[in-house]
Nanobody
Framework: QVQLVESGGGLVQPGGSLRLSCAAS????????MGWYRQAPGKQRELVAE???????NYSDSVKGRFTISRDNAKNTVYLQMHSMLPEDTAIYYC???????????????WGPGTQVTVSS
């Protein structure tokens, strides 16, 4: 099983910045699409950003221009750099790794335990 551990969460003021990191246990990290999701109290989990094995990126409209996802395959780590943060960014942020197993014809999906991000003055 793939183990994912997030770090970098915490309290930040509106307009501030945070960088989240997600470390994966797999040395085959580069084949996975990596993503950041978030879930606020009373709301559904939503995609924030993702980056494919080919380094294509996709962002939620709510974070475009403010957040940047990147990956370092040598370190088995994916990052989420967050700028100009807003109170509505407050949520638990989860790291996700997924790939389609061609042999099993099954999408493998893995999640980290999450890290709390709070944006408040």
């Amino acid at each position: 099983q793939v183990q994912l551990v997030e770090s970098g969460g915490g309290l930040v003021q509106p307009g501030g910045s945070l960088r989240l990191s997600c470390a994966a246990s797999e040395t085959i990290f580069s084949i996975y699409t990596m993503g950041w999701y978030r879930q606020a109290p009373g709301k559904q989990r939503e995609l924030v950003a993702e980056i494919t094995s080919g380094d294509s990126t996709n962002y939620s409209d709510s974070v475009k221009g403010r957040f940047t996802i990147s990956r370092d395959n040598a370190k088995n780590t994916v990052y989420l750099q967050m700028h100009s943060m807003l109170p509505e960014d407050t949520a638990i942020y989860y790291c996700n790794a997924n790939r389609f197993d061609e042999l099993l014809q099954y999408k493998m999906n893995y999640w980290g335990p999450g890290t709390q991000v709070t944006v408040s003055s």
